[in-house]
């Protein structure tokens, strides 16, 4: 039985097939949707398959999805159940993560657009003094990206903790859980980084109280889900001073509407959701090898947890 894929974005779609093929010539994979007859198809590699589509392969056995994120899978509410769903876990993609976290959390730190534009204007500023100690990092999910990015930032000498919803045990990162524990790393908290799977616990999880809970002229990062974040809220808290600045990655409509405030927020850094890319030989490594595993009903490697939604 043949492999499919789907992949939104055509030149990400012939990377995988190719790396695919460069390891196994004789994989079948038909690229949606030209599938032929679906009953025929027993893998799936997908990323943002639309509704309804997974529900027309009666000979599903695996759904792999082609991102970390699971969401664009489990919200299909005809998505087939009881067939095992794995997605990415991908150690390029958490360094890449850590750089876009490290990058913005001292971008933001040394208020690099402030620097940016004084220069535009040929200004040399007053001499002044950033104290790198008064970064306190609060990591919201500790799980495989979040821990390395934990960790990262903790080598670079910045004061780490996290959020996560079983307890951890980081060396020297302390671990909140539960809605106390969010408020209570909030209080001591001035440079929140979201990286949470998007799931009905996690939606506007980054809102107002929680905000008015950090310290004054705090600043956001997020690069789990857009869903995660009140936009309006940080508009609103920005506007107040509560929070000073923010580095988004996702956004709740990506792309990001043009008529959206966001777009000429010079408060807030955006990028366009590539806050972390995969290793894609790697990746189609481990896509293989999951199918074989499938074949031989051995254990799978990144399997989410279909009752949690991660
Ligand atoms: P993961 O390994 O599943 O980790 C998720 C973490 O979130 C875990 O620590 C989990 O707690 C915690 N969590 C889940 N629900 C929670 C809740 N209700 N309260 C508190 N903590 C909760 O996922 P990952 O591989 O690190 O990826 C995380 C997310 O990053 C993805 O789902 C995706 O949305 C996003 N992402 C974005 C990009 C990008 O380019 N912007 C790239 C990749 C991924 P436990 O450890 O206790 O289970
Ligand atoms: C990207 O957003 C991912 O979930 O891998």
């Not at 995988?16 to 679906?38: A, Q």
């Not at 209570?184 to 109280?209: I, K």
């Not at 807030?268 to 293989?288: G, Q, S, Y």
Request: charged share 20%.
């Amino acid at each position: 039985m043949p492999t499919i894929v789907i992949k939104l974005g055509q030149e990400r779609a012939e990377g995988y097939i190719n790396e695919l093929h460069k390891l196994d010539p004789d994989l079948e994979i038909r690229e949606w949707p030209e599938v032929g007859d679906p009953a025929d198809v027993d893998i799936a590699m997908v990323w943002k398959m639309p509704h309804g589509e997974l529900a027309k392969f009666p000979n599903l056995k695996l759904i792999m999805s082609m991102a970390a994120g699971v969401d664009h899978v489990l919200s299909d509410p005809q998505m087939p159940r009881g067939i095992p769903l794995v997605r990415v876990t991908d150690a390029h993609m958490a360094r890449s993560m850590s750089h876009w976290a490290a990058m913005n959390i001292l971008r933001l730190h040394r208020e690099t657009a402030h620097y940016d534009a004084l220069r535009q204007r040929r200004e040399w500023p007053p001499e002044r003094a950033f104290d790198a100690d008064a970064i306190q990092v609060g990591i919201l999910g500790l799980g495989y990206l979040g821990s390395h990015v934990a960790r990262m930032l903790q080598a670079m000498g910045l004061k780490v903790q996290g959020w996560s919803r079983t307890a951890k045990q980081l060396d020297g990162i302390p671990s909140f859980q539960g809605a106390d524990g969010l408020r209570e790393m909030a209080a001591s908290t001035n440079f929140l980084v979201c990286l949470l799977p998007n799931t009905p616990a996690t939606v506007g999880v980054m809102n107002a109280a929680l905000f008015a809970l950090m310290p004054r002229g705090s600043y956001i990062l997020n690069a789990g889900r857009g869903a995660q974040l009140v936009e309006a809220d940080l508009t609103a808290a920005l506007n107040a001073g509560q929070i000073a600045g923010a580095a988004l990655d996702v956004f709740t409509v990506e792309p990001l509407p043009e008529a959206h405030p966001f777009w000429d927020d010079t408060r807030i850094i955006m990028t366009p959701h590539h806050a972390a890319e995969v290793h894609v030989p790697a990746v189609a490594a481990t896509f293989l090898d999951n199918i074989q595993r499938c074949r031989d009903g051995r254990p799978l490697q990144g399997l989410v947890n279909l009752e949690a939604g991660y």
